[in-house]
């Protein structure tokens, strides 16, 4: 069974996070598929137009499969130099892939202390 879509969320433009927190909110979900998905998680490298560039943030991703749909939880610390960056997920199984339809941006908030800022 193909993949229809694939949705990534929180469904908001710009995530904000503290720098060196661990984040375990951005969910990617598949559309119903049998072979179950394989969804794999990328940081754009600030390329738009070429993917080839783009790391693999899977290994700080889980998953699991259930009712032949798939979801994944991204789970790591952003470091600054994330800042700004985009994360998408692409989901695939035997019969294609897709990527979600759009990208979550990193908004890193600083570290502000009282007499520092």
């Given at each position: 069974m193909l ?39 990328y ?34 610390m ?14 695939s ?25």
């Open positions: 993949i229809v879509y694939a949705t990534l969320t929180p469904d908001v433009p710009t995530i904000s996070v503290l720098p060196n927190v661990a984040t375990s909110f951005i969910r990617c979900m598949s559309s119903v598929a049998r072979l179950a998905p394989i969804i794999t998680w940081l754009d490298n600030s390329t738009s137009s070429d993917y080839s560039d783009d790391m693999d943030l899977t290994r700080y991703s889980s998953s699991s499969t259930v009712a032949d749909v798939t979801t994944s939880i991204l789970s790591m952003l470091s600054t130099n994330y800042h700004d960056a985009r994360i998408y997920c692409n989901v199984n035997g019969y294609g892939h897709i990527m979600t339809n759009r990208t979550l941006r990193i908004n890193l908030l600083s570290m502000c202390f009282v007499h520092f800022c």
